[in-house]
């Protein structure tokens, strides 16, 4: 079936600096696809999203490129900041179903 | 709009109790989606509502599951004869298209003892 592998937390960086969190996910149609983030004692929240090959969402900083060639949808920001710590998941949603399947999350931890 | 909104957002119960939750989406839309998330992990996909109509369940969903959305609008999901396995965050979420993201509520909280 479907599914989604992200990058294995916890990731732990110093404020300011440059951030990757990688994210594949199963080449089976052409999925949506979607960053959700979780911060502390709140609900998920939609980060940013990509809905065509080469699409790039943005959000608050936040950059991820629909790649299509490398099936990959990885998340990126240029200079984290203490309130961006949370949980992270990379999530596909496969027209057929329209559920999303989401990655096991990534938690980010930013150190002042 | 006030967004998905759940109750209760806690809930402890003894093992062998039934419980259910509801679940409101935002008001135009017609899709609404469980999910449930333990600690540490992904929402897993358990079932999913167009109007009424229940179009898919995940086999994650026992025959101790069974969800409701008798008009289309509010959702509820019942669990009977609960197990300490069932202690997870239940979420829910809607969405106004197929393909389109979901909003998700702040979930319920079951912890079973």
């Known amino acids: 079936g479907n599914s989604v592998t992200q990058m294995e937390g916890p990731v732990t960086l110093s404020e300011e600096a440059f951030l990757t969190i990688n994210c594949t996910y199963t080449?089976?149609?052409?999925?949506?696809l979607f960053w959700y983030v979780q911060y502390p004692g709140e609900g998920l929240q939609l980060l940013l999203k990509?809905?065509?090959?080469?699409d790039k969402g943005s959000n608050k900083g936040f950059e991820a490129t629909y790649r299509k060639e490398t099936t990959s949808f990885h998340l990126e920001k240029g200079s984290v900041q203490v309130s961006d710590s949370a949980v992270y998941f990379c999530?596909?949603?496969?027209?057929?179903?329209?559920?999303?399947?989401f990655g096991s999350g990534t938690r980010l931890s930013i150190r002042p | 709009d006030t967004g998905v909104s759940q109750d209760p957002r806690h809930k402890i119960t003894k093992r062998g109790q039934n419980v259910t939750f509801r679940c409101d989406p935002i008001?135009?839309?017609?899709?609404l989606y469980w999910y449930r998330q333990t600690l540490g992990q992904g929402p897993e996909f358990l079932t999913y509502?167009?109007?009424?109509?229940?179009?898919?369940k995940s086999r994650l969903l026992s025959d101790r599951f069974s969800a409701e959305r008798p008009k289309g609008s509010f959702s509820t999901l019942e669990i009977q004869r609960t197990e300490q396995g069932d202690s997870a965050m239940y979420l829910c979420?809607?969405?106004?298209?197929?393909?389109?993201?979901?909003?998700f509520g702040p979930g319920t909280r079951l912890t079973v003892t």
């Open positions: 999530a596909p949603s496969y027209s057929s179903a329209s559920k999303i399947i």
């Open positions: 509502f167009q109007n009424e109509a229940q179009l898919e």
């Open positions: 979420a809607s969405s106004a298209e197929e393909g389109y993201e979901q909003y």
């Open positions: 080449a089976t149609g052409y999925p949506s």
């Open positions: 008001s135009e839309h017609n899709r």
């Open positions: 990509a809905t065509k090959a080469d």
